[in-house]
């Protein structure tokens, strides 16, 4: 059985940071391309980063690049995003999820709101 979960999420002040988790599980995490998005009430879900099997990270929106990082930890099948300035607009709620054979996998999502 497939499952991602998120953690990491909560409340925090302008120019703080978060590191969100996903934890994988029931399928190859090693052989899985990885994703972080994130989505507002009544907008679509964007992505925000990627990471190859080996690592290679790929940030997909101009708005968090020098920011936001994605990272794995193929060992412990966890992907991270560190969430450095934060900003009011990244407040959403952000999912981890990996495609395969035509699916999509997605986790429950954690909340991040960013106020002051």
């Known amino acids: 059985q497939v499952q991602l979960v998120e953690s990491g999420g909560g409340f925090v002040e302008p120019g703080g940071s978060l590191r969100l988790s996903c934890a994988g599980s029931?399928?190859?995490?090693?052989?899985?391309?990885m994703r972080w998005h994130r989505q507002v009430p009544g907008k679509a879900r964007v992505m925000v980063a990627s990471?190859?099997?080996?690592?290679?990270?790929?940030i997909h929106l101009d708005s968090v690049k020098d920011r936001f990082t994605i990272s794995r930890d193929n060992y412990k099948n966890m992907v991270f995003l560190q969430m450095n300035n934060l900003k009011p607009e990244d407040t959403a709620r952000y999912y981890c999820?990996?495609?395969?054979?035509?699916?999509?996998?997605w986790g429950q999502g954690t909340q991040v709101t960013v106020s002051s």
């Open positions: 029931g399928f190859p995490f090693s052989e899985r391309i």
């Open positions: 990471i190859t099997f080996g690592g290679d990270p790929t």
């Open positions: 999820s990996f495609h395969h054979n035509r699916n999509v996998y």
